[in-house]
């Protein structure tokens, strides 16, 4: 299978050329290559490369597939070089094998299997995205405007070729309990350890009426915490971090909102722009996935939907579990899968 060979060997090429997010113009300049080598017209911003099916017909709706072409930096634990796409046992070993290089490619396989067909009834956009491993906004954030308008869309990401109909977004909370110094000996002051530590309790303990039936319920997590200078001063100051993991049934503002509202700790989003995203049940894609065989799930992990303003199915080869670890594969064989199952799912709609 053509596809599936030149998909392969692309993959191989983006493991071998380092690409951390914020460095990820290398692979830029291979993903545009592939495509030009193709006679396809490229499009790029930065890092982020997206091309357009031959016939496209701005009075269609469009879908849009997208995965990331950026990578974390290489866990300590590795044996292997990461930047060596070395295959053994039927896995592909490299550094952004798995997250989310094969999802990538297999999804540019599809791309090409649709992009001279003349009678679609959607446009297709193959967008390579930067910066998805640190939700930076240099990356897909930065082309949506010029995207256009969208249905809506595949996000390539690696569940095992599974529907992931919903995902959870993110907030990080900066907060800081006021009290007033004093020396420890004489009793003085007011202490901000013991002020902040009410509102670690009520994060500890605090359940949201509403529970998501795909992504359960709001989680949050207090991660960092410091306070005080030396022994004999009562801290007039304690600030501590919460990992905030939302669902579809409340925004991050809403969220917010809520915090505020039960503790007296000053409480600063460094975002709200990362929510959780979700598509329905009876999406006509989602539908398309489930009579092909696949089960749907609400994902703990987040992707480049948090900043699609519209629906969006993350779907993809490889296996989350395998995601940011030493020694990061993904089998080769799921590859020629994931081309297979990603035709044959756009034919039940195209």
Known sequence: MQLFNEALDLLKQLIATPSLSKEEDKT??????????????????????????????????????????DTVKPNVGYTKDPFSPE????????LGSNDAGASL??????????????????????????????????????ILEELGDIDFAIV????????????????????????????????????AIYKA??????????TFDEISQTLGPVRMSVTMINAGQQHNVVPDECKFVVDVRST?????????????????????????????????MDHAIV???????????????????????????????????????ADEFVFIHEIEEGIEFYIKLLKQVL
């Open 287 to 325: 539908q398309a996935g489930i009579a092909l065989g696949r089960r749907t799930y609400g994902s703990p992990t987040m992707s480049d939907q948090a900043l699609m303003p519209y629906p969006s199915l993350k779907l993809g080869v490889g296996d989350s579990a395998q995601s940011h670890t």
């Open 197 to 206: 530590m009410k509102d670690l309790e009520w994060f500890r303990t605090y």
């Open 248 to 280: 579809d049934c409340y925004s991050n503002t809403q969220i917010l909102e809520i915090i505020r509202a039960h503790i007296k700790s000053k409480v600063e989003p460094r975002s709200t722009r990362l929510n959780p995203s979700s598509i329905p």
């Open 156 to 191: 390539g990401e690696p569940t095992l070729l599974d529907l992931a109909i919903a995902e959870k977004g993110l907030m990080v909370l900066d907060c800081v309990a006021t009290g007033k110094s004093g020396h420890a000996a004489r009793n003085e002051g007011e202490n």
């Open 28 to 69: 830029a300049d291979l993903i545009q290559a592939f495509f030009q080598d193709k006679g396809i017209s490229t499009q790029r911003k930065g890092n982020n490369i997206w091309v357009k099916n031959l016939h496209f017909d701005a009075g269609k709706p469009t879908i849009l597939l997208n995965s990331h072409h």
């Open 87 to 94: 295959v053994e046992d039927g896995k592909l070993y490299g």
């Open 105 to 142: 490619v297999s999804l540019m396989a599809c791309f090409l299997h649709f992009y001279h067909a003349p009678d679609l009834k959607y446009n297709l956009i193959l967008a390579a995205s930067a910066e998805e491993e640190i939700s930076g906004k240099n990356g897909v954030e930065s």
